[in-house]
């Protein structure tokens, strides 16, 4: 084998890289991979990690066999991602999957001096936070699978689900980038559909005032919608954004099915479990010995409607059969 490469070498010196820093193993031995998901709270991380996991047994991979893996969360806290990325690296793992934006940013910061391969899912905007610098290229030792549907697809529905909104709030923490991208993204298109918007946004530190904060915004808009932001999407805090504006009958739109089931509207969004069988695909290439580079980072190929219709019985709104016939999922 090292008569091998050192002939490879001599032929084509440019591969010297790749073969130093994503070489495959022989089949017969075992890779470790370290996965770092950002929460267990909000139900989507846990269903893109499972179909991740399927995905790699369905290919012949699984831990205990040929892998190793080494799952740690994170918690929403950036200082303790970024120590469990660098403890991947001490402890040599042969590649790094970053579940969500915080979990990838991390994982690029704690190998740019060692170029270990990064396979990310579920980020919501992977161009506007810096994580890749296109999906053909990501510029860097990574590549993966984006949850992102893009903003306009969302609103365009919401507009026929809900034609008498005239004023759009949008709400969302400023804590995390691609909450902060995925929010200007939809003032932009709240405007290009010709809807007034209304967009409050603000630091962590100021979620023990997130009731007042919500009831700020349900008394002057028509709906609220939710971007790509986990803060908002935990059990108690999103509780508390379905109560108040519950109380002063506007609709929430999201972006996951499990917040549609918990009492928001409605949600056009993917599969997150999909998308982890998806980064499972990405993750047996690089295993394979293919620089992630080379691998084009890819939007869903999944596209869901979910619709609430108990909850839009409660607000008393009227959802079109033509609507109905298009959902992948009913709460009723």
Same mark, same amino acid.
């Given at each position: 084998m090292r008569r091998h490469l050192e002939i490879a070498v001599l032929i084509i010196p440019t591969m010297l890289i790749s073969f130093t820093f994503f070489g495959c193993k022989a089949k017969d031995e075992v890779f470790h991979i370290g996965i770092l998901q950002w929460t267990e709270k909000v139900q989507p991380f846990s269903q893109t990690c499972k179909g991740l996991l399927d995905g790699l047994k369905d290919k012949g991979y699984q831990d205990g066999m040929n892998l190793k893996i080494d799952y740690q969360n994170a918690e929403q806290d950036k200082a303790l991602a970024l120590k469990i990325a660098k403890g991947f690296i001490q402890s040599e793992v042969n590649l790094i999957v970053a579940l969500g934006?915080?979990?990838?940013?991390?994982?690029?910061?704690?190998?740019? $001096? =060692?170029?270990?391969? +990064?396979?990310?899912?579920?980020?919501?905007?992977?161009? #506007? %936070? !810096?994580?890749?610098?296109?999906?053909?290229?990501?510029?860097?030792?990574?590549?993966?699978?984006?949850?992102?549907?893009?903003?306009?697809?969302?609103?365009?529905?919401?507009?026929?689900?809900?034609?008498?909104? $005239? =004023?759009?709030?949008? +709400?969302?923490?400023?804590?995390?980038?691609?909450?902060? #991208? %995925? !929010?200007?993204?939809?003032?932009?298109?709240?405007?290009?559909?010709?809807?007034?918007?209304?967009?409050?946004?603000?630091?962590?530190?100021?979620?023990?005032?997130l009731q007042k904060i919500v009831q700020s915004?349900? $008394? =002057?808009?028509?709906? +609220?919608?939710?971007?790509?932001?986990?803060?908002?999407?935990?059990?108690?805090?999103?509780?508390?954004?379905?109560?108040?504006?519950?109380?002063?009958?506007?609709?929430?739109?999201?972006?996951?099915?499990?917040?549609?089931?918990?009492g928001a509207l409605m949600a056009v969004h993917c599969d997150f479990y999909g998308i982890g069988r998806q980064a499972a695909e990405s993750i047996v290439q690089v295993l394979g010995g293919v620089n992630p580079r080379a691998i084009p980072s890819q939007m869903p190929t999944i596209k869901k409607l979910s619709l609430n219709l108990k909850k839009a019985q409660h607000l008393n709104i009227t959802i079109g059969r033509n609507i109905i016939l298009k959902a992948d999922n009913i709460f009723d």
């Open positions: 934006t915080g979990s990838s940013l991390a994982a690029l910061e704690a190998t740019e $001096k =060692k170029q270990i391969p +990064i396979v990310f899912s579920i980020v919501g905007a992977p161009k #506007a %936070t !810096g994580i890749i610098v296109d999906y053909n290229d990501s510029g860097r030792n990574i590549t993966g699978i984006s949850m992102k549907i893009p903003v306009k697809e969302q609103l365009e529905i919401v507009k026929e689900v809900l034609p008498d909104v $005239k =004023k759009l709030g949008i +709400i969302y923490c400023t804590e995390m980038p691609q909450a902060v #991208a %995925t !929010g200007k993204e939809a003032a932009a298109v709240a405007a290009e559909l010709g809807w007034a918007n209304l967009v409050i946004s603000f630091p962590r530190d100021y979620l023990t005032q915004l349900a $008394k =002057k808009v028509d709906a +609220i919608y939710i971007p790509t932001d986990p803060i908002l999407g935990t059990p108690e805090n999103f509780e508390t954004v379905i109560r108040v504006s519950d109380e002063y009958n506007v609709p929430v739109i999201t972006v996951a099915e499990k917040f549609v089931e918990d």
